[in-house]
T-cell receptor
Framework: KAGVTQTPRYLIKTRGQQVTLSCSPI?????VSWYQQTPGQGLQFLFE???????NKGNFPGRFSGRQFSNSRSEMNVSTLELGDSALYLC?????????FGPGTRLTVL | QKEVEQNSGPLSVPEGAIASLNCTYS??????FFWYRQYSGKSPELIMS????GDKEDGRFTAQLNKASQYVSLLIRDSQPSDSATYLC???????????FGTGTSLTVIP
């Protein structure tokens, strides 16, 4: 099976802009989680989707949102970007309680 | 108090030695425990999962869980330079798929 794919892999934006990141989970996996990883904070949970429904949400401001489509692909959106949003954004495909990460999207906010 | 705590290291061991990585968690209801390896510039890779008290072995890796002490560890036997990475401990409290990660321990295996 193909692994988790994330697009784009790298992104440079300026403050105030918005960004949309995409994730395609492993075929057959219906649950997807998103994480933000920064050197200072480590991996922080953003949200989890299962069958198009958000089941869990981390402690991030409302500027961070997501959705999941009927084919299990997921997108996350960050509006009004801030410098502190620069991070590696990781998507994980979940099956049987096990998480498998995609390669991530490296977002730089200037 | 953080959900999951790890010693950030760095931990250095000589090639062939046993590397011991430790993790504590705060919520007693946690049910599932995981170790991930993350090479620099790469995404985390799942290497071990453990659900019951005791030891679980997979090749050179052994995960140990002590729920009474809220403690999880990972032993890497016969450490190799290719084991040099950051090791992340993760915990699932069982309320769906919400995982909490430690900040990771950096391991360097010296040839």
């Amino acid at each position: 099976k193909a692994g988790v794919t994330q697009t784009p892999r790298y992104l440079i934006k300026t403050r105030g802009q918005q960004v949309t990141l995409s994730c395609s989970p492993i075929s057959g996996h219906r649950s997807v989680s998103w994480y933000q990883q920064t050197p200072g904070q480590g991996l922080q949970f953003l949200f989890e989707y299962f069958s198009e429904t958000q089941r869990n949400k981390g402690n991030f401001p409302g500027r961070f949102s997501g959705r999941q489509f009927s084919n299990s692909r997921s997108e996350m959106n960050v509006s009004t970007l801030e410098l502190g949003d620069s991070a590696l954004y990781l998507c994980a495909s979940i099956w049987g309680g096990l998480q498998f990460f995609g390669p991530g999207t490296r977002l730089t906010v200037l | 108090q953080k959900e999951v705590e790890q010693n950030s290291g760095p931990l250095s061991v000589p090639e062939g030695a046993i590397a011991s990585l430790n993790c504590t968690y705060s919520d007693r209801v946690s049910q599932s425990f995981f170790w991930y390896r993350q090479y620099s510039g790469k995404s985390p890779e799942l290497i071990m999962s453990i659900y019951s008290n005791g030891d679980k072995e997979d090749g050179r890796f052994t995960a140990q869980l002590n729920k009474a002490s809220q403690y999880v560890s990972l032993l890497i036997r016969d450490s190799q330079p290719s084991d040099s990475a950051t090791y992340l401990c993760a915990v699932n409290r069982g309320a769906g798929n919400q995982f909490y990660f430690g900040t990771g321990t950096s391991l360097t295996v010296i040839p």
